[in-house]
C-alpha cells in the first residue's frame, strides 16, 4: 500500500508502518504548525483509515511522529464516534477493566485479549486549534486509550502478558508482513 489517492475522497492512502517499525516505538512530538499541511495529514489519515477498515489511526502508523489521532468509531451502544485530535492526553481512564479482543492496523490479522479500562477521557485540540474534550465508554473507550498508546510509543501488544503476549508476537513474526528476508 504506497500512497495513492481513494476514489471519491481528497486524501491520499499512505503506506501504513508495521509492529517493527521504529516510528511505532517511539514517543510523537506535539504538532506546533496547524496549516495546510495539518490538514492534509488529518485527510490522509483518514482515507488510510477506512481504506484499512480500522476505526482509529495514529500519525505514526503512517510513518509520522506527530500527536493526532482520527477515529470513526462505535461504543457499545453502537453509537458512532467521528473526528480527531491534536496534541491528545488521555486524561481519565478508569471503571472496570475488561479484557477483550484488541487489533491494530500495524498488526493485520492479529488480535489478542488486552485489558482496558471501560470508560476514557481524552482532551486536546482540533486541526484548527480549538479545545476539545472526548469521552468513551466501551468499545470507544479501548479505541481511545489504544490510539493515545500509539502516540506514547506504545503498541498493544506491549499490554499483554505471558501467553497472549508470547502467541501475538509468534503470530507476528509468522505473518507475511512480519517476515525479513
Not at 63 to 87: T, Y
Request: negative net charge; hydrophobic residues 40%.
Amino acid at each position: 500500500m504506497r500512497n495513492r489517492p481513494i476514489p471519491g475522497s481528497s486524501g491520499l492512502v499512505r503506506t501504513m508502518s508495521l509492529l517493527g517499525d521504529p516510528v511505532l516505538h517511539a514517543p510523537c512530538e506535539p504538532v506546533t504548525d496547524f496549516g495546510p499541511s495539518l490538514a492534509r495529514l488529518i485527510e490522509d489519515m483518514f482515507a488510510t483509515m477506512y481504506e484499512a477498515q480500522g476505526v482509529g489511526l495514529a500519525a505514526n502508523q503512517v510513518g509520522v511522529p506527530l500527536r493526532v489521532f482520527v477515529f470513526d468509531c462505535p461504543d457499545d451502544e453502537d453509537v458512532r464516534h467521528l473526528g480527531h485530535v491534536v496534541n491528545p492526553t488521555l486524561v481519565e481512564a478508569d471503571g472496570i477493566t475488561v479484557r477483550g479482543p484488541e487489533g491494530c492496523l500495524s498488526l493485520p490479522g492479529i488480535e489478542a485479549g488486552t485489558p482496558r479500562f471501560d470508560q476514557a477521557v481524552v482532551e486536546g485540540v482540533t486541526a484548527d486549534g480549538e479545545p476539545v474534550r472526548i469521552s468513551g465508554t466501551g468499545f470507544f473507550a479501548r479505541c481511545l486509550q489504544h490510539e493515545c498508546d500509539h502516540l506514547d510509543g506504545a503498541v498493544y501488544t506491549d499490554r499483554l502478558t505471558g501467553l497472549r503476549k508470547a502467541r501475538a508476537l509468534r503470530a507476528a513474526r509468522r505473518a507475511p508482513w512480519g517476515r525479513t528476508g
